[in-house]
C-alpha cells in the first residue's frame, strides 16, 4: 500500500540519478517525465516488481527487525545500539532475498527512458525476469547485491532502528502519544535520515544495475559499491552521488509515513499489538 503511493517518485529518482541531472530541478523533471510516451502512466513503469519487491523486502525487514529486537530483549535491555545493531542484520538478510526483485525494478523504472535504439523493450515483470535470467544467466540478478546489501543495511539501521528510537524519543520527551502522531513524526525524521545516509549507495546500485558492458572490451564500467561511488565522486563530483534527491526523499519520506502508518491502520483493526 505504502509503496503504491510513492513508486512515481522511486521512477522519477531512479531516470534522475541514472541521467546525473545537473541544475534541473525535480519540478520540471517532472514534468519533462509526464509529457514523455506514456505519461503520468509511463511514472508507473516497473510498479509489479516494485510490489513484489516490497513483498520481499519490507515485509522481511520489518518482521525480522521486531522478532530479533524481541529476542535482543531477553539477555540485554533494549537501547539505541541494539536497536541499529538489529536494524543492520534484517536489512541485510532482506535485501539478499530481495535482489532479483530489485534488479527487475531498475531495469523496468528506466527503460522507456532510453534512446529507442538502447531500449531492452520489456513487456512486464514477467518477462523482464525471463529474459534477464536467459539472456545474461542467474548472476546478473546479483550483480548489484553488494551496494544493495551495503545500503540495506543503512536501511534497517537508519529507517527501521531510528523509526523505533524516534517514537520512544517523541513519546518521552514530547508527549506524543497518539498512535498515528506518533508514527507520523518518527516516520519522517527516519525518513529524511533514510535518504541522507542511503543516497550515494542508491546512486551506486542503480549504475551497478543498469549498465551494459563496454562494446569493444566487454568489461563493466562499474565495479563494487564502493569503488562506484568513489569513482563516479571522482569523475562526476561528489554533488553526483546525489543527483535525484528531492524524488528520492519523497520516496523514502513517503515510503516509510505511509508504510508505518498503513501498519497501525491494519494492526487496529485486526486488534495486534
Known sequence: MGWGVVH????????????????????????????KPGGFKGLYDGLGAGLIRQMFYASSRFALFEILRDEAAKHTPTTIWTRLGVGCVSGAAAALISTPAETTLVRLSNDSSLPKAEQRGYKGVTDAFLRIAREEGPRAFFAASGPFMNRAVLVGMVQVGTLDQFKVTYREKFGITGVFQNTFCAAMSSGLLYALVTMPLETAKNRIAFQKPDAKTGEMLYKGAFRTVMKIAKDETPKALYS?????????????????????MIRQSMNIK
Open 8 to 35: 512515481p517518485f522511486n521512477t522519477c529518482a531512479v531516470r534522475m540519478n541514472l541521467a546525473a541531472v545537473k541544475g534541473q530541478s525535480f519540478g520540471s523533471f517532472f514534468m519533462q517525465s509526464v509529457r
Open 244 to 264: 535525484g534527491f528531492a524524488p528520492y526523499y519523497l520516496r523514502c519520506g513517503g515510503h516509510t509515513v505511509t508504510m508505518f502508518v498503513f501498519l497501525e
